[in-house]
């Protein structure tokens, strides 16, 4: 046993979890407590000396002594830690035991539900699922932890290179913990342990830092690659070692994750150290690889996977120089090695000659950049590998000027610092890449060895080369496996299986790993000092932040498969109001006819880029315009194009996009939705440009349309309901609910008002069906559909549609000023391009200025003492338990324990929910069926919902129950509750509702007892209600969940109805409240 283990203990009232070093118990341990009896349960943590606490309460949590703590990381509603729980010795470095981990286990912090199954996990690795009473929520993360791609040293900091650790040594530093100097880009638990490394650094004095660290507790894992092996060189013992850091700031698989992103951050980055050691020296040679740091991607949809390029050279270019400039800054000089292929017209040609554009406008890096093109494929297989020795004469000058690092072996004074690295690339940066890193790692250490004169033997050689070529092929097999390369030969079907398939699921590991899936927080652990300061640092907001005002431009089109090239445009996308706005977002829809000859037969993508060039030329073909592609993107006949003013290119960052496909079951995707995210300096913003169904009376397909695509686009860290500003615009296919003779006079006669108030949108808005909590600007223009193609009279077909406002432009969002809201006149389409220019106020953040006002506070809060208190190490008895609702649909909670007590009082808030109709205020939608179900209840084994057996001291259904959690009106559950019978009045009536008669009235009596509470008489008394005459509450369906919010113009009172207490108009035996934007439009009416 490592003297650097450590030893699991858990306890269960309350659930607290203690990680303590093995060997010397007297050091720091680890403490995770949970907190119980608040709302939401959570878990605190502490540093606390292991002597300090009473291990007679406690049980052993892991059998065998485990290697540390990985971190903490939130799944759903449970926080679980990592630990390492066996782990094999690689050997020894500079004196440090090196280790790669083989298993890891999970365990919740909030309750022991999974502690069977990780254990399980822990000592059997990967079972099969079925084998496991519970399946773990982090079943994924920790088959891709127990890999044997990570490795940790407790005392070697493997996240830098030995040049980059002489440092510490010549500065005096040698003591320097390797929690204080990792290298962020290759610890790959840096989130997991982002909040216990916080409490370290905030909380503990250098000394409790110096003790936590020597214990051995927490783990700095980085992925890649260590090996080493041991030879001699003229009877010196020597030790070769490779170590390859894999980089965790563009992380994933091989074809999820390709090129550069907005940080200038490469996917499969791997810095590589060729280490030599003796008792005389230590010698050092790096390299890197990377993919070609430009935007471009691969589908993996296809059995071959085409090259896609998805910025043009202008918009990459502040990309690709931010990945240069740190290079630079991290290894002085950079010279490139572009390995991809330059046969005319192939992907790799296109990919390599923007990568060579994108350099030769860096003059100003020329410098410290040189760039080299080596046609690997071409070159090798026409005249074998001895055609490398071209490539090592090509860079024989570079190398030379880079040289390596060497440090004597006796004092570790430094004799050399390597001052440049080669960056190596072929497409996957697999293959190629490792076999040219290869020859280049020899041709350094045979220069090196030269230099000090030091000779193999024949037979000292010969085992040499078989070591060195093993440990750079074992470097090269477990990069490209890492990276999910699949050798060529396999089955084409495999391939698309693993690609497809595997590859999504390890992705999501990964991104959970690195906190980049939405959500991706540890707000389960409770810091109070973090808490405090956080609170602080928003307050202070202004202090290190400023404003800056963009404008932006956004159209939408639904073209009827119209192209329109040599279309004049200006009447569209020219506005008075912004001549020049900082981005352009666009919106096409119907790209091609919605036929299934059109599906079968077009060339979507050829399409895609028609539009986008001529998009590019209407915008740029105004005198002083000089607008770039930020991303184009299509969904079959949907696409969306985004351009960036080319001065204002760097203000856009961490671009994502994302498709829903919604028509015909999401299959054919003739409907849906794609969204694209960015930040504009440093305020999140989403674009959605969407097709919804069709049809004058399917609203609620509309809204279920909607729903799918406002759930379904989910961006990396992100959802679209988490963006500052949020934009949606498209056809949305929402009519107006009024004859169609109606319409067309009322349009004639410019009575937009009448028409906006029957408009179905507009209802949906208000009733929270879709699109609520999004505003609108006022429409002032015509209905832009349907026209007769090529004229402006509207439909004379034999279907005779009715004029509507189908396409449209949404947003929410604070700091957004709409400018302009109108429409083009453009007569190719059957549909009026529409247009909205905004001004946007974005957030710059001043993150040098943030971090030293976060340091004051932490300062000050620590000096002031003015936090909560810590949770007793002992608490005096176990906790009480905490109640709860029943289950949906009981109204006795048949999981209960036995013996229950009645409940005095409710510890739940009372929830006042807002309706805007009587089935609202049960919980229903206003139509059937349902536009969208909240959510549904996760599925749980039949015997967790069944009752305990019932004995002659407790039987379940005589027990007493308090009904102060049932909410009177109903929850929207419980198909118990009984609801009045009524008429039925469609939101899809073509008849229209006059402002004087908006809302009318209707009444109706319930009885007192209806919601199956106590009477609180002997008798029912009836009561009278009256509701708005636009409820439709024919059909209601009891067992989906409330909706997501409702309409704040409306009140609740006993019962759920309106109530009658604040200014309302009087009608028969009831009341209503009007919706104050009507009465302020129409007035109350009669």
């Not at 790692?441 to 085992?463: C, K, M, S, W």
């Not at 600007?777 to 509507?804: C, H, L, M, Q, V």
Request: with cysteine; hydrophobic share 35%; net charge neutral.
């Amino acid at each position: 046993m490592s003297d650097r283990q450590s030893i699991v203990f858990v306890r269960s009232n309350p659930r607290t979890v203690v990680l303590r070093p093995a060997v010397n118990v007297s050091q720091t341990a680890l403490v995770f407590e949970c907190i119980e009896g608040s709302a939401r349960t959570r878990s605190t943590a502490r540093f606390q000396p292991s002597d300090t606490l009473d291990f007679s309460t406690f049980e052993l949590l892991q059998a065998r002594p485990v290697f540390g703590c990985l971190g903490l990381v939130q799944v759903g509603n449970d926080l679980f830690i990592g630990i390492v729980t066996e782990a094999t010795k690689v050997g020894d470095l500079e004196s440090a035991p090196v280790y790669c981990i083989q298993r890891v286990a999970f365990y919740s912090l909030l309750s022991d539900r999974y502690d069977l199954s990780a254990q399980t996990l822990a000592i059997e690795g990967n079972p099969d699922e079925t084998s496991v009473a519970t399946i773990h929520p982090c079943q994924p993360l920790i088959k891709l932890l127990s890999t044997g791609s990570f490795y940790f040293s407790p005392t070697l900091d493997l996240t830098r290179s030995a040049q980059k650790r002489s440092v510490d040594v010549q500065q005096g530093g040698s003591a320097v913990s390797i929690f204080d100097n990792a290298d962020a880009h290759f610890v790959w638990n840096k989130h997991l342990l982002s909040g216990l490394l916080q409490i370290r650094e905030q909380e503990l004095s250098a000394p409790e830092r110096e003790d936590l660290d020597a214990g051995g507790l927490l783990v700095l894992a980085i992925q890649g690659y260590v090996g080493m092996v041991d030879f001699t060189i003229g009877n010196l013992p020597c030790r070769m070692a490779v170590i390859s850091r894999l980089s965790c700031k563009r992380a994933g698989t091989r074809l999820l994750s390709r090129g550069v992103n907005d940080d200038g951050h490469v996917s499969n980055f791997v810095e590589t150290e060729f280490l030599l050691y003796s008792a005389h020296s230590t010698f050092s040679f790096l390299q890197i690889r990377g993919s070609v740091p430009v935007f471009w991607e691969q589908t993996g949809i296809q059995m071959t996977h085409k090259v896609t390029i998805s910025r043009g050279a202008e918009s990459s270019a502040p990309a690709t120089r931010k990945h240069f400039e740190e290079l630079i800054s991290r290894y002085n000089k950079i010279h490139v090695i572009n390995l991809l292929g330059q046969k005319d017209g192939s992907s790799e040609q296109m990919l390599s000659e923007l990568f060579r554009q994108s350099i030769s406008k860096m003059i100003d890096l020329s410098d410290a950049l040189a760039y080299t093109e080596f046609d690997f494929h071409a070159i090798i297989k026409r005249d074998g590998y001895e055609r490398l020795s071209e490539l090592v004469a090509l860079l024989r000058r570079p190398l030379e000027d880079y040289s390596y690092f060497l440090a004597d072996g006796d004092g570790g004074s430094t004799i050399f610092n390597q001052q440049g690295v080669v960056r190596t690339n072929c497409l996957d940066c697999l293959d190629r890449t490792n076999v040219v890193q290869t020859r280049l790692a020899r041709h350094a250490l045979e220069g090196y060895l030269r230099q000090v004169d030091r000779r193999f033997t024949p037979i000292e050689e010969e085992n040499f080369a078989l070591l060195f070529n093993g440990l750079w092929a074992d470097n090269g097999d477990w990069l490209s496996k890492i990276y999910g390369f699949l050798d060529d030969a396999a089955k084409s079907v495999n391939r698309f299986y693993i690609n497809n398939f595997q590859d999504k699921t390890r992705q999501e590991a990964i991104d959970l790993l690195l906190g980049k899936l939405a959500n991706a927080d540890t707000v389960l652990l409770r810091n109070p000092l973090h808490d405090a300061v956080a609170k602080e640092m928003h307050k202070r907001l202004p202090e290190y932040s400023s404003s800056a005002r963009v404008t932006m431009f956004l159209g939408t089109w639904n073209v009827n498969g119209k192209h329109g090239r040599g279309e004049n445009m200006d009447s569209w996308l020219k506005s008075d109001k912004v001549e020049f706005p900082h981005l352009y977002a666009i919106g096409i829809q119907e790209l091609i006819e919605l036929t299934p000859g059109q599906y079968i037969s077009a060339d979507t993508n050829k399409l895609r880029l028609d539009w986008e060039a001529t998009l590019m030329r209407a915008i740029n073909g105004r005198p002083g315009a000089n607008y770039v592609l930020l991303r184009s993107l299509h969904l079959v006949a949907l696409g969306i194009f985004v351009f960036v003013r080319a001065d204002s290119v760097n203000m856009i960052r961490h671009v994502e996009s994302s498709t829903k496909k919604t028509g015909l079951g999401g299959m054919a995707a003739n409907k849906g939705g794609i969204g694209i995210s960015f930040s504009v300096n440093d305020t999140s913003v989403a674009l959605v440009t969407a097709h919804l169904a069709a049809g004058q009376s399917n609203v609620d397909e509309r809204n279920r349309d909607y729903w799918t695509i406002h759930d379904g686009l989910n961006f990396r860290g992100r959802r679209l309901a988490e963006h500052d500003m949020t934009f949606w615009f498209g056809d949305f296919n929402y009519r107006i609910n009024a004859p169609n003779e109606e319409v067309r006079r009322r349009v004639s006669r410019k009575e937009l008002d009448y028409l906006y108030l029957n408009d179905q949108l507009n209802e949906q808005r208000a009733s929270g069906g879709a699109f609520e909590a999004y505003q609108e600007g006022a429409i002032t223009f015509d209905p832009t559909y349907k026209y007769d193609n090529g004229t402006t009279i509207y439909d004379t077909s034999e279907k005779a549609r009715a004029p509507a406002w189908t396409d449209r432009i949404l947003f929410k969002g604070r700091h957004i000023q709409l400018r302009e809201y109108a429409r083009g006149e453009s007569l190719i389409s059957d549909h009026r391009p529409v247009r909205a220019v905004f001004e946007l106020d974005s957030i710059i953040i001043d993150r040098d200025r943030r971090d030293v006002l976060q340091k004051e506070i932490y300062k000050e809060k620590m000096a002031s003492k003015d936090l909560p208190p810590p949770l007793p190490v002992r608490p005096q008895g176990p906790p009480p338990k905490v109640q709860r609702p029943p289950s949906t649909g009981l109204l006795i909670d048949l999981a209960e324990d036995t013996n229950p007590q009645p409940q005095q009082a409710s510890i739940f808030p009372e929830i006042t929910p807002a309706p805007t109709s009587v089935g609202a205020a049960l919980g229903f939608r206003d139509s059937f069926p349902p536009a969208r179900p909240d959510s549904f209840p996760p599925n749980k084994s039949l015997d967790s919902s069944l009752p305990p057996p019932s004995s002659d001291t407790y039987k379940w259904w005589e027990r007493q129950i308090d009904d102060a959690w049932i909410p009177r009106e109903g929850d929207g559950k419980n198909p118990f509750y009984a609801f009045p019978s009524q008429s039925t009045s469609s939101t899809t009536s073509q008849q229209p509702l006059a402002p004087q008669l908006h809302p009318a009235g209707r009444s109706f009596t319930v009885p007192s007892n209806t919601f199956n509470r106590p009477p609180q008489s002997a008798s029912a008394t009836p009561r009278s209600y009256t509701v708005s005459s636009s409820v439709s509450a024919s059909k209601h369906n009891p067992f989906l969940d409330p909706p997501r919010s409702t309409n704040p113009s409306m009140d609740v009172a006993t019962g759920g109805f309106p109530d009658s207490t604040e200014s309302t108009a009087q009608q028969g035996t009831g009341s209503r409240k009007l919706n104050p934007e009507l009465v302020q439009l129409f007035g109350q009416g009669s």
